[in-house]
C-alpha cells in the first residue's frame, strides 16, 4: 500500500521561508507531486519530482530523496495568497493512480 | 474556457435521493478521476477512467456509478444518499494513464440531510 505523512499545520511570517516536509511509503515508486488548495478552491500542481535532487519554479523549490522516501516543499519570500493548504503525493498502482498526503494547512501571518 | 468544469457546484439534498454530478474535460486529456475529499480534507481517489474504460474502483459503495460516454466527460451518479457521503467530489483529468500532473474542476460539495 501507499501512506504519506506530512506535518498538520505551520505558520510563518510574510517574507520568511517554509519548508514543508512529506516522507511516503509506496510499493513502486513513480515521482513526488506537490498541490495546493485554498479555501474553497481546486487543488493545483506546483511541481513534480521524478528523479533526485531540486527542482526550482520561482519562488516554490521542490527536492526528492528517493533513497530516503522523502521530500520537501520550499517556498521563498512567503506572501499572504500563500496561506494555503500544500499536498504532496505519490503515484501508486503501477503509476496509474495519485495518492494524496493529508495535507500541510500554512498560516501566513503579516 | 473552463480546462475542467463540473456541475453543479453545491448539491444539497435529503437521505435516500439518487443525485448526480457531471463533469468535462476541453483539455484533450485521455484520463478522468473522482475524488472525494473529507471535512478533513483528505483527498482519496474513487475512480478512474481512461480513454471510456474504467482503470481503477477503489472499494467505492456500489451506490456510487461513474459513467463515461465519452474521453471528455466523466459523470457520477450516487443513488441512496447516505450522510457519509457529504464532502466535496472532485473530477480531475490527466494527459494520459501515468501523467503526473492531475487538473482539477472546481468541486461539487455534496451536503446530504
Known amino acids: 500500500g501507499q501512506s504519506l505523512e506530512q506535518p498538520s499545520e505551520v505558520t510563518a511570517v510574510e517574507g520568511a521561508i517554509v519548508q514543508i516536509n512529506c516522507t511516503y511509503q509506496?510499493?513502486?515508486?513513480?515521482?513526488l507531486s506537490w498541490y495546493q488548495q485554498h479555501d474553497g478552491g481546486a487543488p493545483t500542481f506546483l511541481s513534480y519530482?521524478?528523479?533526485?535532487g531540486l527542482e526550482e519554479t520561482g519562488r516554490f523549490s521542490s527536492f526528492l530523496s528517493r533513497s530516503d522516501s522523502y521530500g520537501y516543499l520550499l517556498l521563498q519570500e512567503l506572501q499572504m495568497k500563500d496561506s494555503a493548504s500544500y499536498f504532496c503525493a505519490v503515484r501508486g498502482a503501477g503509476g496509474f493512480k495519485t495518492i494524496f498526503g493529508a495535507g500541510t494547512r500554512l498560516f501566513v501571518k503579516a | 474556457d473552463t480546462a475542467v468544469s463540473q456541475t453543479p457546484k453545491y448539491l444539497v439534498t435529503q437521505m435516500g435521493n439518487d443525485k448526480s454530478i457531471k463533469c468535462e474535460q476541453n483539455l484533450g486529456h485521455d484520463t478522468m478521476y473522482w475524488y472525494k475529499q473529507d471535512s478533513k480534507k483528505f483527498l482519496k481517489i474513487m475512480f478512474s477512467y481512461n480513454n471510456k474504460e474504467l482503470i481503477i474502483n477503489e472499494t467505492v459503495p456500489n451506490r456510487f456509478s461513474p459513467k463515461s460516454p465519452d474521453k471528455a466527460h466523466l459523470n457520477l451518479h450516487i443513488n441512496s444518499l447516505e450522510l457519509g457521503d457529504s464532502a466535496v467530489y472532485f473530477c480531475a483529468s490527466s494527459q494520459a494513464v501515468g501523467s503526473e500532473k492531475l487538473f482539477f474542476g472546481s468541486g461539487t460539495q455534496l451536503s446530504v440531510l
Open positions: 519530482n521524478g528523479l533526485d
Open positions: 509506496t510499493s513502486g515508486f513513480y515521482g
